[in-house]
């Protein structure tokens, strides 16, 4: 099962974003933390190789679409686990959900 809302045919990703704080942090973080070759902080070594960037290429053309449709299942999910003991993903003012997963919690887990 694919786990990625926008994944590739293997290890990589991508970060999307007009804001320049983001862009900066993002930036930082993929690098093992470094912004300058002698400055380091926490980070992941996450560079996208150009076979997969080229694969996102294509398939984020396709991700508002995508997101739509999860948010369509989601929105049946949520309908059918009302008034059930379950707490339900949360959508907060002003946020669009992706529903990359559709995570639940329940009080009788075990």
């Known amino acids: 099962m694919i786990q990625k809302n926008l994944g590739t045919f293997g290890d990589g990703g991508a970060v999307v974003t007009n804001r320049d704080d983001i862009d900066a942090t993002v930036r ?5 933390g470094s912004t300058v ?7 992941y070594n996450s560079r996208l190789d150009d076979i997969h960037a080229a694969v996102l290429s294509v398939k984020l053309r396709h991700i508002t679409e995508w997101t739509d449709r999860r948010r369509a299942v989601a929105a049946r999910y949520t309908k059918g686990l009302q008034g059930t003991s379950l707490k339900l993903p949360y959508e907060p003012p002003g946020y669009r959900h992706v529903y990359h997963l559709y995570v639940v919690e329940t009080p009788k887990r075990d």
């Open 37 to 43: 070759r002698s400055v380091h902080s926490m980070g």
């Open 28 to 32: 930082k973080l993929r690098n093992h």
